[in-house]
């Protein structure tokens, strides 16, 4: 075993630049991987998505002294980059050589690697209308297309705001869709009025499952429509909200559907919007999101935690791979607003996010100045993120001095003390507590 490896370890990241990303000057994402890596970047370029973790996609690296913030290297897009700074090792593989970091709990569930993906994001427009698949179907469409699916896991997920953050999540009730099949004529137009009317006469009475058969039956049908009906829809419908916007002020959804028209022009994303839950997190308040449940961030800042896989089925509000019966095929059709966690103390300056998911768990700390806070010992691996100020932590084997952009990775059973001179904010992630708890 490494000699070293019960102690805290600095990690370098990777980035990841899609185009619906804020722009270098206004990214949180650009400032982390700078500061992580020591790189200049773009102030003009997308900074989407800062990555820690082990998934191929985007891994995080250990290197020896020498490099920015004391470790060597950078990320960007899963591509090492070394600059000849040190010897660089991917954190899979010195796991790999070091199982005991993760602990016997999470090693006998999980194996060699770690069960969760720790991001950042940055939005600047909306992301597609998309799902992840569970564990089944992950595998049968890695199988298919490993190009487009790039592994075999499922992807539960969580999303903490940083900044005010919008999002589509999950579908609206029974009795919202009525109201929208009665004052959005352009989706009558698309599916046509039979279809409508199946919705219409639907009662609650009538049980979950029929209410689950007559929406997925319609929104698969609004999904399918051909470019040209969803052209003459998106036309048809811009033009109606900004004539009625003249004489009554538009809902949040249909100024909304404007705004995601002017980013993806005659995408059927656009309509479909109405068929979902408009929510907008406050900083501080999580959304989580199980397999096979649809969602599009739409604008703001967070951070993001999910089991460790890049799985994306998508379907609207994008240019990429559409696999459209895929999504309409999966999706739980559950109706209703989703659960918004606001998190719970662990300590004066420790909150912590509990998602329904073995995988994750996410804690925020927020540390006045001349202060000091405890990460009890826990018998699973954790990543911490510095996002704000400069402090230190000590481990039973090492006092690091930390500052904004550093990312450590601390092994099983490794109590961590953190403590300020100046305000420090802090994320860690680690294996869910309610799992690591179980006898």
Same mark, same amino acid.
């Given at each position: 075993?490494?000699?070293?490896?019960?102690?805290?370890?600095?990690?370098?990241?990777?980035?990841?630049?899609?185009? +619906?990303?804020?722009?270098?000057?206004?990214? #949180?994402?650009?400032?982390?991987?700078?500061?992580?890596?020591? &790189?200049?970047?773009?102030?003009?370029?997308?900074?989407?998505?800062? +990555?820690?973790?082990?998934?191929?996609?985007?891994?995080?690296?250990?290197? &020896?002294?020498?490099?920015?913030?004391?470790?060597?290297?950078?990320?960007?897009?899963?591509?090492?980059?070394?600059?000849?700074?040190?010897?660089?090792?991917?954190? !899979?593989?010195? =796991?790999?050589?070091?199982?005991?970091?993760?602990?016997?709990?999470?090693?006998?569930? +999980?194996?060699?690697? #770690?069960?969760?993906?720790?991001?950042?994001?940055?939005?600047?427009?909306?992301?597609?209308?998309?799902?992840?698949?569970? !564990?089944?179907?992950?595998?049968?469409?890695?199988?298919?297309?490993?190009?487009?699916?790039?592994?075999?896991?499922?992807?539960?997920?969580?999303?903490?705001?940083?900044?005010?953050?919008?999002?589509?999540?999950?579908?609206?009730?029974?009795?919202?869709?009525?109201?929208?099949? /009665?004052?959005?004529?352009?989706?009558?137009?698309?599916?046509?009025?039979?279809?409508?009317?199946?919705?219409?006469?639907?009662?609650?009475?009538?049980?979950?499952? $029929?209410?689950?058969?007559?929406?997925?039956? =319609?929104?698969?049908?609004?999904?399918?429509?051909?470019?040209?009906?969803?052209?003459?829809?998106?036309? $048809?419908?811009?033009?109606?909200?900004?004539?009625?916007?003249?004489?009554?002020?538009?809902?949040?959804?249909? /100024?909304?559907?404007?705004?995601?028209?002017?980013?993806?022009?005659?995408?059927?994303?656009?309509?479909?919007?109405?068929?979902?839950?408009?929510? &907008?997190?406050?900083?501080? /308040?999580?959304?989580?999101?199980?397999?096979?449940?649809?969602?599009?961030?739409?604008?703001?800042?967070?951070?993001?935690?999910?089991?460790?896989?890049?799985?994306?089925?998508?379907?609207?509000?994008?240019?990429?791979?559409?696999?459209?019966?895929?999504?309409?095929?999966?999706?739980?059709?559950?109706?209703?607003?989703?659960?918004?966690?606001?998190?719970?103390?662990?300590?004066?300056?420790?909150?912590?996010?509990?998602?329904?998911?073995?995988?994750?768990?996410?804690?925020?700390? =927020?540390?006045?100045?001349?202060?000091?806070?405890?990460?009890?010992?826990?018998?699973?691996?954790?990543?911490?993120?510095?996002?704000?100020?400069?402090?230190?932590?000590?481990?039973?084997?090492?006092?690091?001095?930390?500052?904004?952009?550093?990312?450590?990775?601390?092994?099983?059973?490794?109590?961590?003390?953190?403590?300020?001179?100046?305000?420090? /904010?802090?994320?860690?992630?680690?294996?869910?507590?309610?799992?690591?708890?179980?006898?």
């Amino acid at each position: 075993m490494d000699a070293d490896s019960k102690a805290a370890r600095r990690l370098t990241c990777s980035v990841q630049k899609y185009d +619906w990303g804020r722009t270098g000057a206004d990214s #949180l994402v650009s400032k982390l991987y700078g500061l992580n890596s020591g &790189k200049r970047t773009d102030i003009d370029k997308p900074y989407a998505e800062f +990555w820690m973790g082990t998934h191929e996609s985007g891994p995080s690296f250990l290197a &020896k002294k020498g490099g920015a913030g004391g470790v060597a290297g950078a990320v960007v897009n899963g591509s090492s980059a070394n600059g000849g700074c040190g010897e660089i090792v991917s954190l !899979k593989s010195w =796991i790999l050589k070091n199982p005991s970091v993760l602990g016997d709990k999470v090693l006998h569930r +999980w194996g060699c690697d #770690l069960p969760f993906l720790f991001k950042v994001l940055s939005v600047a427009k909306a992301l597609s209308i998309q799902a992840h698949p569970d !564990k089944e179907l992950a595998k049968t469409l890695h199988k298919l297309l490993p190009n487009v699916y790039k592994d075999d896991n499922h992807k539960p997920e969580m999303a903490l705001a940083i900044t005010e953050f919008e999002a589509l999540c999950s579908f609206i009730s029974l009795q919202e869709l009525k109201s929208v099949l /009665q004052n959005v004529p352009e989706i009558v137009e698309l599916v046509g009025s039979e279809e409508a009317n199946r919705v219409l006469h639907v009662e609650m009475q009538d049980g979950e499952e $029929k209410a689950k058969f007559v929406l997925q039956s =319609i929104f698969t049908n609004l999904m399918t429509a051909s470019m040209e009906m969803t052209t003459k829809a998106t036309t $048809k419908l811009k033009s109606r909200l900004h004539k009625e916007s003249q004489v009554r002020p538009l809902t949040e959804k249909e /100024q909304l559907v404007l705004r995601l028209e002017k980013q993806y022009p005659a995408d059927i994303g656009v309509i479909a919007a109405f068929f979902f839950n408009y929510v &907008k997190l406050n900083p501080g /308040q999580a959304l989580y999101l199980g397999a096979n449940e649809p969602h599009a961030y739409i604008s703001g800042e967070c951070i993001e935690c999910m089991a460790t896989s890049d799985n994306v089925v998508r379907a609207g509000l994008t240019p990429k791979h559409r696999d459209v019966q895929t999504l309409c095929s999966m999706l739980t059709y559950k109706q209703g607003f989703p659960e918004i966690l606001k998190g719970f103390p662990l300590s004066p300056y420790i909150t912590r996010y509990l998602p329904p998911f073995d995988e994750f768990e996410v804690d925020c700390c =927020i540390l006045p100045k001349g202060t000091s806070s405890v990460f009890p010992a826990v018998s699973g691996p954790s990543i911490f993120l510095v996002t704000d100020g400069e402090g230190s932590m000590l481990t039973a084997s090492h006092n690091d001095a930390v500052a904004e952009g550093d990312v450590l990775f601390a092994p099983a059973n490794t109590e961590i003390n953190i403590t300020t001179s100046s305000k420090l /904010q802090l994320y860690r992630a680690g294996v869910n507590s309610r799992f690591l708890q179980i006898v």
